[in-house]
């Protein structure tokens, strides 16, 4: 296993065990509490991920605690076995490129990936 898959696994491993609470507004866009950037995927439908396998390996999602509910814009699916956290219907992601709370490496990666303000 070479470092760069060594430290996405790492990373994804902490983002998944880490349950969140609802999104905020931070600088213009959403984030979690800690104020690490969320992503939306254009190939997401409405209620569904289509991210998966080495997709989630780059954009872990975010997952939301037991007994979160919907409340206003937010909502919580279930993504293969994983609560995660939903805005307007559409999943939501970090970027496994972002470094530090305030980061946003991931909007407009592949014309898919975008930031939600």
Partial sequence: MNTKTLLATVVLALLAAS????????DGA???AA???LYIFDKDEMGKSNCAGPCLVNWPVYVAPTGASAQGDYGVIDSAGTRQWTVK???LYYFVGDAKAGDRNGDGKAGVWHLVK
């Fill in 89 to 91: 219907g559409k999943p």
């Fill in 19 to 26: 349950v969140q609470a609802q999104p905020v507004m931070k």
């Fill in 30 to 32: 959403l984030a979690d």
């Fill in 35 to 37: 104020g690490r950037t």
